[in-house]
Structures are given as C-alpha cells and as structure tokens.
C-alpha cells in the first residue's frame, strides 16, 4: 500500500447558517464538537476560555439520540443533536422552554 495524503474540501455552508442564526442569543444558541467532544465552535467562546461560562450541556446531548428536556439553572431546555455524516462531528442546539 502507498502512503500520501488526501485532500478533502468539506463545504460547510450548511453548518454555517444554523450556527449564526443562533450567535449570540442567550435563550437558544448552537455549539459544535467534534469526535471527542471538544468544542469546535461556540458562540460563548470568549466567556468559556475566561473562566466565566462553562457550558454544562455536552454531557446530555451526547447521551441522547435526538433531543432531551433537561432542568438546568432554574429552567427547562430541549437539547437537540445532530451527527454530521462521517464527519463525526455533531451540532448542537441548546434552546430554552418557556
């Protein structure tokens, strides 16, 4: 077998409208993470490295298939997740119930 390497160009539009659309709202916003689930972008980025936000959903929506409704901080949230084809990598959309 011959060893090289391999170009892919992944087009990301797709991902890209769905996370901007929930940028910067407090109430429902979206994350991404990858096959180990570190954060590959979330739109808290500046507050997560300061130490002034830590975002506690990562655990449930990896443990769920599609969405769960969980209690956290005084209030209920659907926690949806969404593997991105063999990417590994899933987007999730954390959006507050009222």
């Given amino acids: 077998m011959k060893s ?24 429902a916003y979206c994350y991404l993470l990858d ?6 972008y979330h739109p808290f980025e500046k507050e997560i490295v300061s130490g002034m936000y ?7 929506a990896m443990a769920c298939k599609n969405y ?3 209690e956290q901080s005084g209030g209920k949230w659907l926690i949806e997740r969404q593997q991105i084809g063999y990417t590994g990598w899933n ?3 954390v959006n507050s119930i009222r």
């Fill in 91 to 93: 987007v999730v959309l």
């Fill in 4 to 27: 090289g390497v391999l170009l892919l160009e992944y087009y990301t539009d797709s991902i890209d409208e769905v996370l901007l659309h929930y940028k910067s709202q407090k109430s």
């Fill in 68 to 70: 769960k409704i969980e």
């Fill in 35 to 40: 096959t180990n689930r570190r954060l590959l």
């Fill in 54 to 60: 830590q975002e506690k959903t990562v655990k449930e």
